[in-house]
């Protein structure tokens, strides 16, 4: 009775090794055609393999050059708007400088003269002597104005050479947009996916040898692990 059971272990110990035979050369055919595909992938004709790799050479560098890291869209374009308008904008500064303090008649001239008409009212009137607080608020206001009207046409000169760069950039920027996505982030991502393409094709022979060294290992593998033919039953 212990030979019988001692048989019948020895059998399904059998069987458990015949199954782990071949879930292991199942594993192994599945890798190898896994790395065929990887490796059909890579291999293509040379004419192909040369216009990919002339696309993604121009694409990197292209938005490379732009050096977008460095780019704010948001305040190149403000920056390129008030460029634009600069004459305009300083013309109409300087009507508004003249008609706050410069021009024959002025706001300050005018306010400084009811400030004399309501000084000699409050010598008459004591009771008016507020109309005077709100005229010299008045004047402290209009010369506030000019002061801080002043200070913002000394911001708005702007080189022609600066604007020309400026229409540049902005011009580049809507050209990759067009090319690579609708943003400055998505133009980012698209330069990233781009170069690692471009680093897998021109390390191309690499990755195809390391592929047929890993194929080759698991042909060597499989002449270990085949199962025979009663394995297979």
């Known amino acids: 009775r ?21 879930q292991d050369y199942g594993a192994a055919i599945a890798q190898i055609k896994a790395l065929q595909r990887e490796k059909e992938a890579l291999i293509t004709d040379e004419q192909s393999y040369a216009q990919q790799l002339d696309l993604l050479r121009f694409q990197t560098h292209e938005i ?12 190149l374009e403000d920056e ?17 400088l003249g008609a706050i303090g410069e021009a024959e008649p002025n706001m300050i001239e005018i306010v400084a003269q009811v400030g004399q008409a309501l000084h000699q009212l409050s010598q008459l009137d004591p009771q008016t002597e507020q109309l005077l607080d709100s005229q010299i ?3 402290d206001l209009a010369e506030d104005l000019r002061t801080q009207l002043s200070r913002y046409v000394d911001t708005v000169d702007i080189e022609p050479s600066r604007l020309i760069q400026l229409e540049e950039q ?8 067009r090319k690579y996505g609708s943003s400055v982030r998505e133009i980012l991502e698209f330069g990233n996916q781009a170069d690692q393409k ?7 022979d690499v ?4 592929i047929n060294a890993d194929i080759q290992h698991l042909f060597t593998c499989l002449l270990y692990t085949s199962p025979s033919p009663r394995d297979r039953t």
Do not use: H, M, P, W
């Open 198 to 204: 471009l680093r897998l094709l021109e390390s191309r």
């Open 80 to 96: 390129f708007q008030k460029a634009q308008n600069a004459a305009q904008i300083r013309e109409l500064c300087q009507i508004l």
């Open 2 to 22: 212990d030979l019988v059971r001692s048989r019948g272990l020895g059998d399904v110990y059998k069987r458990q090794g015949a199954t782990k035979k071949r």
């Open 64 to 75: 490379a050059s732009a050096r977008l890291d460095q780019v704010d869209e948001e305040s």
């Open 207 to 210: 990755e195809v040898e390391r």
């Open 137 to 139: 608020q008045i004047a």
């Open 170 to 177: 902005i011009n580049g920027l809507q050209s990759l947009k």
